[in-house]
């Protein structure tokens, strides 16, 4: 079993940043494939990023070049740096965890989910 607890969301401005944590427990960590997803009000949950066991990376579109994925081994954590945030970043924001080492843009693939964090930006 791993346990997951996402957070650092808050309110941010048109433009500005936020970094998001997700601090895991459990199974080793660094044998997980971790991912953001989101879920903006009145829609479905869909993929931000997300990040294998060896770093390598992916991201939706609409993030793509504005958010960036970590992880620290060592800490048992993994980040999403949100930069250039748009009003429509807004929503919350879920950590998730497969029991495989390579990622995946796919709900349903993940196992364990964090409880959510809220991301409001202003405009």
């Known amino acids: 079993q791993v346990q997951l607890v996402d957070s650092g969301g808050g309110l941010a401005q048109d433009g500005g940043s936020l970094r998001l944590s997700c601090a895991a427990s459990?199974?080793?960590?660094?044998?997980?494939?971790m991912g953001w997803f989101r879920r903006a009000p009145g829609k479905d949950r869909t993929f931000v990023a997300a990040?294998?066991?060896?770093?390598?990376?992916r991201f939706a579109d609409s993030v793509t070049g504005r958010f960036a994925i970590s992880r620290d081994n060592t800490k048992n954590t993994m980040y999403l740096q949100m930069n250039s945030l748009k009003p429509e970043d807004t929503a919350v924001y879920y950590c998730?965890?497969?029991?495989?080492?390579?990622?995946?843009?796919?709900?349903?693939?993940?196992?364990?989910w964090g409880q959510g964090t809220q991301v409001t930006v202003s405009s």
């Open positions: 998730a965890a497969r029991d495989y080492s390579g990622s995946s843009s796919r709900e349903g693939d993940y196992r364990y």
């Open positions: 459990g199974r080793t960590f660094s044998g997980y494939a």
């Open positions: 990040i294998d066991n060896w770093g390598l990376t």
